[in-house]
T-cell receptor, first 115, second 111 residues
Framework: KAGVTQTPRYLIKTRGQQVTLSCSPI?????VSWYQQTPGQGLQFLFE???????NKGNFPGRFSGRQFSNSRSEMNVSTLELGDSALYLC??????????????FGPGTRLLVL | DQQVKQNSPSLSVQEGRISILNCDYT??????FLWYKKYPAEGPTFLIS?????DKNEDGRFTVFLNKSAKHLSLHIVPSQPGDSAVYFC??????????FGTGTSLTVIP
């Protein structure tokens, strides 16, 4: 079956603009998590959505927000972009069962460059 | 607060030899651990996982070892191949599906 897809793959924005990234999870997966990857920082957890509700949240400012739709597709929005927001943004999906730890599967990422 | 740490940013190994990647964690509430492999400009690919009730899991050339008392996780690749050259991330999960990732180890397998 199809893997996790993310659009767009590449994006160039300028400081102060806002951006919306999209993620479609694997069919049947209801949990979508978002991560930011910058050089030397590994994968920093942004937030997780399950059944259209934010279930977990990392330590990012309020400029970073997300939402999930009834078909489990998720969007991430960053407002008032800063140069430091340049990164690879990854989303990952899983079945998301409560009380169970399970594998997340990643999409290819969206490379955001802020000028 | 980095709850999962990979203290070696890079590792070089000769083709055919064993690669050992290490990972330490601080939270005893983690109950599931995973290794991911990542090539540049791609998303991480799931490699192998282990539950906290086990101390070893093997899948072909890849073996993950878990030492709960030491809060230490390792990935063994035997034999190493040039195609294994990539960045490897370890991850730890708490029930509730919150993942914590290490900063990655860049493995280079020299032909």
């Amino acid at each position: 079956k199809a893997g996790v897809t993310q659009t767009p793959r590449y994006l160039i924005k300028t400081r102060g603009q806002q951006v919306t990234l999209s993620c479609s999870p694997i069919s049947g997966h209801r949990s979508v998590s978002w991560y930011q990857q910058t050089p030397g920082q590994g994968l920093q957890f942004l937030f997780e959505y399950f059944s259209e509700t934010q279930r977990n949240k990392g330590n990012f400012p309020g400029r970073f927000s997300g939402r999930q739709f009834s078909n489990s597709r998720s969007e991430m929005n960053v407002s008032t972009l800063e140069l430091g927001d340049s990164a690879l943004y990854l989303c990952a999906s899983s079945f998301g069962g409560t009380g169970v730890s399970e594998t997340q599967y990643f999409g290819p990422g969206t490379r955001l460059l802020v000028l | 607060d980095q709850q999962v740490k990979q203290n070696s940013p890079s590792l070089s190994v000769q083709e055919g030899r064993i690669s050992i990647l290490n990972c330490d964690y601080t939270n005893s509430m983690f109950d599931y651990f995973l290794w991911y492999k990542k090539y540049p400009a791609e998303g991480p690919t799931f490699l192998i996982s282990i539950s906290s009730i086990k101390d070893k899991n093997e899948d072909g050339r890849f073996t993950v070892f878990l030492n709960k008392s030491a809060k230490h996780l390792s990935l063994h690749i035997v034999p190493s191949q040039p195609g294994d050259s990539a960045v490897y991330f370890c991850a730890a999960v708490r029930t509730g599906n919150q993942f914590y990732f290490g900063t990655g180890t860049s493995l280079t397998v020299i032909p």
